[in-house]
Nanobody, 124 residues
């Protein structure tokens, strides 16, 4: 069983930056593919970014490409999402997710473990 805990959300002005963290329990974090999703009220959860196990291949949604960076530190069992040039439309609850195995999963159904979410609010 893996537990994921997000942190780092908050209120920021448009154009600002935030860094989200996702701390994972367990001893096999390095073997997990990880991802970030976000959700606003009344909408489905949306894929943001993913990072593979092993050599840490990354993949981004078009809406965040060039502004967000996903990374991981396996020694610390932690994944990050650096968010720059934030826009009001980035406002959402951000969730981290994980699953064992290879690849950069891009759909909710591909992930087994989820965090509780952290709120990001970008003011205009």
């Amino acid at each position: 069983q893996v537990q994921l805990v997000e942190s780092g959300g908050g209120l920021v002005q448009a154009g600002g930056s935030l860094r989200l963290s996702c701390a994972a329990s367990g001893r096999t974090f390095g073997n997990y593919a990880m991802g970030w999703f976000r959700q606003t009220p009344g909408k489905e959860r949306e894929f943001v970014a993913a990072i593979s196990s092993g050599i840490a291949i990354t993949y981004y949604a078009d809406s965040v490409k060039g502004r967000f960076t996903i990374s991981r530190d396996n020694a610390k069992n932690t994944m990050y999402l650096q968010m720059n040039s934030l826009k009001p439309e980035d406002t959402a609850v951000y969730y981290c997710a994980g699953r064992s195995g290879l690849g950069t999963p891009k759909t909710e159904a591909e992930y087994k473990y989820w965090g509780q979410g952290t709120q990001v609010t970008v003011s205009s």
